[in-house]
């Protein structure tokens, strides 16, 4: 008896330097992602805003910050994905015009779209030596939650929509349109209800596309192997 509590004890003290070890590269991933998405916020998105925006809208057609956020997400695990999410969030708020519904509208359509996956991977038992990333990697997987979580994206962010045209941005809602599917007579709430839905399914497939290819398709969580 003497022994196996001694082996236990023994395999505790092994474990809580790994465990450490790993929420450190969490965290550390975490503050590299956000500030890599802060610094694209406030450099480039600007710029590329202008130039990529829905025409009749006030967003780009493709989100970079959105795409480093969930591109930690894969590459560090849930809690570096949402403290990412977090930290740009906050730090976004000195560069965005529109600040804070801006970057409170981002964090909310991001964390939406992988809390599906987050929730679905902890059901999951722990498998010897299979790390929960590697679940994700299966394009089956990563099709079902990516699906699930766009669905909870357009219901979240078509309600935040029309509470944000209806009090702080009310004075804007008559320049929303659905010019980008040539229906330019279309405007008010009648085109947030039609169009939000439809730009929050398009951002959703590149937010999880462009980061899977990075992460998964250059094999880059096979070099950190940190979930």
Known sequence: ??????????????????????????ITGAALFGALSIVVGAL??????????IPGWF?????????????????????AGLLCCIIGTLGLMPFDYSAPVGP?????????LII?????????????GVRKSQKLKKFKNIA??????????????????????????????????????????VTGLTAVII??????AWQSGLDLIIPYIIVFGGKLDQQFEIW
Not at 1 to 26: G, R, Y
Not at 117 to 124: A, C, D, Q
């Open 195 to 200: 169009g939000a839905p439809l730009i929050n």
């Open 1 to 26: 008896m003497a022994d196996l509590t001694q082996e236990h004890i023994t395999e505790e003290k092994k474990t809580t330097p790994i465990l450490k070890n790993k929420i450190t590269l969490e």
């Open 116 to 128: 599906v996956p987050i929730i679905f991977l902890k059901l999951y038992k722990r498998e010897p």
């Open 144 to 185: 079902i939650y990516g699906a699930l979580g766009t669905l909870l994206r357009i219901v979240v962010m078509v309600l935040l929509n029309i509470l944000v045209f209806l009090t702080v941005f009310s004075v804007y809602v008559d320049q929303i349109s659905l010019a980008f599917l040539g229906l330019p007579e």
């Open 44 to 53: 480039l998105t600007p710029t590329l805003t202008q130039l990529l925006r």
């Open 104 to 112: 409170l509208m981002k964090l909310a359509a991001t964390v939406s």
């Open 59 to 79: 967003i780009a057609i493709i989100d970079l910050i959105s795409l480093i956020w969930v591109a930690c997400f894969f590459l560090f695990g849930a809690r």
